[in-house]
């Protein structure tokens, strides 16, 4: 069964405080891993997509990594309206027509100007 | 920029009622998803869609989902008898190709 576990649950920063949050994921082929960043009542929205170990995207004060068994979402120096729930999503290799995505429970961050 | 819309954005409803949430993808899309969170847990995958027809669905999917692409634009999710712990968030998702997927800002589904 795929598995996705994000850690801490919830992490609070001052402001400009730089940190990172971890996704470990085991599932039998990784086509790809997603991270979503979802305010309170709203839909998650899209950050990066990752295909293969080594894969570094950034945008802004965000940077993903990824490795063979977890991935890392870097925040560096963040403001306030960084504050939200990270979300880790894999892309298993499921078979042929099979397309879902599985989620982590999220890493709540909280931001403190 | 283009994005996935929903509606209505909060369902209330009796025990046993049906209830339809509609979506209307990204619309250069090919392919279709519902998901729902309920308060406090996890994402969760119902059911894709692609080609006119339910590519995988989850067991949570039971006989009581069904979904329908009307027409060219929308996508809808319909409860046939609503129970109490269908009480959840619902999201609809749309990519183009099998992956990254684009959420909308989702249907809060209260069920009394």
């Known amino acids: 069964e795929d598995q996705v576990t994000q850690s801490p649950e919830a992490l609070r920063l001052q402001e400009g405080e730089s940190s990172s949050l971890n996704c470990s994921y085991t599932v039998s082929g990784l086509r790809g891993l997603f991270w979503y960043r979802q305010d309170p009542g709203k839909g998650p929205e899209f950050l990066f997509t990752l295909y293969s170990a080594g894969e570094e995207k950034e945008k802004e004060r965000l940077k993903a990594t990824l490795t063979k068994k977890e991935s890392f979402l870097h925040i560096t120096a963040p403001k306030p309206e960084d504050s939200a729930t990270y979300l880790c999503?894999?892309?298993?290799?499921?078979?042929?027509?099979?397309?879902?995505?599985?989620f982590g429970k999220g890493t709540k961050l909280s931001v403190i100007p | 920029e283009p994005e996935v819309t929903q509606t209505p954005s909060h369902q209330v409803t009796q025990m046993g009622q049906e209830v339809i949430l509609r979506c209307v993808p990204i619309s250069n899309h090919l392919y279709f998803y519902w998901y729902r969170q309920i308060l406090g847990q996890k994402v969760e995958f119902l059911v894709s869609f692609y080609n006119n027809e339910i590519s995988e669905k989850s067991e949570i999917f039971d006989d009581q989902f069904s979904v329908e692409r009307p027409d060219g634009s929308n996508f809808t999710l319909k409860i046939r008898s609503t129970k109490l712990e269908d009480s959840a968030m619902y999201f609809c998702?749309?990519?183009?190709?099998?992956?990254?997927?684009?959420f909308g800002p989702g249907t809060r589904l209260t069920v009394l």
């Open positions: 999503a894999v892309y298993p290799y499921s078979g042929a027509g099979s397309y879902q995505l599985t």
């Open positions: 998702a749309s990519s183009e190709a099998p992956h990254e997927q684009f």
